[in-house]
């Protein structure tokens, strides 16, 4: 399956951003989806997940309650809706799929998208 990812940019501390995922080339409903982020210089770091059917979600500590993914199966995206950004959520974001059950580690991701860098300004 091939991912891009858009919606990313410059954002002030505050604001609000939304990511999408586009997916082609499978049935985008056999997988689960993630998105990850990296700071410069730092890992890859998980940040949220959702089931397959959407049914379930899941989030790093660190963006409860402020994040929020869902994903439309008929438009083969998954969404990642920031709001209440903070400078520490400045990084490339990362959407990612797994045929597998959802996980918070890059290795149990097989497909990847290219990135979209999203920067928030104090």
């Known amino acids: 399956v091939q991912l891009q990812a858009s919606g990313g940019g410059l954002v002030q501390a505050g604001g609000s951003l939304r990511l999408a995922c586009a997916a082609s080339?499978?049935?985008?409903?056999?997988?689960?989806m993630g998105w990850f982020r990296q700071a410069p210089g730092k890992e890859r770091d998980f940040v949220a997940a959702?089931?397959?059917?959407?049914?379930?979600?899941y989030y790093a500590d660190s963006v409860k309650g402020r994040f929020t993914v869902s994903r439309d199966n008929a438009k083969n995206t998954v969404y990642l809706q920031m709001n209440s950004l903070k400078p520490e959520d400045t990084g490339v974001y990362y959407c990612?799929?797994?045929?597998?059950?959802?996980?918070?580690?890059?290795?149990?991701?097989?497909?990847w998208g290219q990135g979209t860098q999203v920067t928030v300004s104090s």
């Open positions: 990612a799929a797994t045929p597998t059950a959802w996980g918070v580690h890059v290795y149990e991701y097989d497909y």
């Open positions: 080339g499978r049935t985008f409903s056999d997988y689960d």
């Open positions: 959702i089931t397959w059917s959407g049914g379930s979600t």
